[in-house]
């Protein structure tokens, strides 16, 4: 499995993103699926996740403004991402991992699969 982000980029307060992660083989009907980002000292958090069979969840801090989704015929999966703060600023990851107790869980531990990053700056 090979995931690869791209999209990143510098904006202002209230700007608005959409980043994209390309997949290499049958990862959606796998797998799950999922952003997380990391901040300068600060731990990797989940972001949002979609599970095989395309249930979706969010952290509390993005809903409402980040949406995740995922083009199966093009093996991308996507973050756009609006009214975007400061505090969004952070490396972004795309990661693939498997269920635990028949559940995706937005826990960074499970995911065994990384993409390298994409780089999101928010000025204020």
């Known amino acids: 499995v090979q995931l690869t982000e791209s999209g990143g980029g510098s904006v202002q307060t209230g700007g608005s993103l959409t980043l994209s992660c390309d997949v290499s083989g049958d990862v959606f009907s796998s797998y799950c699926v999922a952003w997380f980002r990391q901040a300068p000292g600060k731990e990797r958090e989940g972001v949002a996740i979609?599970?095989?069979?395309?249930?979706?969840g969010y952290a509390e801090r993005v809903k409402g403004r980040f949406t995740i989704s995922q083009d199966n015929a093009k093996r991308t999966l996507y973050l756009q991402m609006q009214s975007l703060k400061p505090e969004d600023t952070a490396m972004y990851y795309c990661a693939a991992g498997n269920q635990r107790w028949g559940y995706c869980v937005l826990v960074a531990a499970y995911f065994l699969y990384w993409g390298q990053g994409t780089q999101v700056t928010v000025s204020s």
């Open positions: 979609i599970d095989s069979d395309g249930g979706i």
